[in-house]
């Protein structure tokens, strides 16, 4: 398969990520179908294309016609087989629980042609977790955009042992022609590249505020105007999701039984409060 032939993406999860990879792909001309079981998701989804694409032919930044494009491009369904069905190349963005995604990727493996690459966008969890319930290891891979991933440029594709050639280099292709970065991992490791780096500073900075050594806003005080990054840890998390980091980190922790990778007591605070970030307007800040 080369990547000239994929003619129609399926986005699985209508979420923050799902959505905006949705219009990553129809704005670079293909036909793209985003599929959730919510209907309240998908609706949420549609308005934000609605309205995000006129604002930015209103700034100047997109051509009308480009605009009107990405529209008739893009269709909403909460019907799996209808999404999927005819599609060439799938990408999965729903919730990181890995019986959701293995019980997925069955169900696509069934319902999808059988050329289609399914490729999960999954922060840590490696394809490896979900290629044996299906037919078609080697085109299988992980294919990991950032958030929000119309701004961000850089997608990791990750090759696990069970991953052809064939199918890394046609994901590293369609990261090119969405406009992004790929960086292709030969191997397979959990967190990738970028998060795992990520995590070494989160699990220092959840410690220290743990220890009650300073707090979270002095923390990432401490980050931006000395280490010179943009957003501090605890707010990127507020913006990523906290409940997706106590997802992230409890699903490590069932995997490894080390008590180390449990989720820090601040964040399962928050987890429990439900003050998941700026989806439900507080976390470790408030947002209005």
């Not at 694409?53 to 799996?80: D, H, I, T, Y």
Request: net charge negative.
């Amino acid at each position: 398969m080369k990547v000239e032939e994929i003619k129609k993406i399926c986005v699985i999860g209508a979420g923050n990520m799902g959505h905006q990879i949705s219009l990553c792909a129809a704005l670079a001309g293909y036909k793209v179908s985003c599929t959730d079981i919510s209907e309240e998701m998908l609706r949420k989804a549609e308005d934000f294309a609605r309205t995000y694409l006129p604002e930015r032919v209103a700034k100047g930044k997109m051509k009308q016609e480009q605009a009107a494009m990405a529209l008739e491009n893009l269709s909403f369904s909460s019907n799996l087989e209808e999404a999927a069905g005819d599609a060439d190349f799938v990408i999965e963005a729903a919730v990181e629980k890995i019986d959701i995604k293995r019980k997925l990727f069955a169900d696509l493996d069934r319902i999808t042609p059988s050329h289609a690459i399914l490729a999960t966008n999954s922060s840590f969890i490696v394809s490896s977790k979900v290629a044996d319930v299906t037919k078609r290891p080697e085109k299988i891979c992980n294919m990991h955009f950032f958030n929000p991933a119309l701004v961000m440029k850089l997608v990791e594709v990750v090759q696990g042992s069970h991953t052809s050639q064939e199918t890394a280099q046609v994901t590293m292709d369609l990261a090119a022609k969405l406009g992004k970065t790929g960086v292709w991992l030969k191997k397979e490791i959990y967190g990738f590249l970028v998060n795992r780096i990520l995590a070494a500073l989160n699990h220092e900075a959840m410690f220290l505020a743990d220890m009650g050594i300073a707090g979270p806003e002095e923390i990432d005080l401490a980050v931006t105007n000395a280490l010179g990054h943009p957003m501090g840890p605890f707010r990127l998390m507020d913006f990523t999701g906290i409940d997706l980091a106590y997802y992230i980190g409890m699903e490590r922790y069932q995997d490894t039984h080390d008590p180390g990778d449990k989720p820090s007591p601040i964040l399962v605070e928050k987890y429990a409060k439900g003050e998941y970030g700026v989806k439900t307007k507080k976390g470790f800040y408030t947002y209005d």
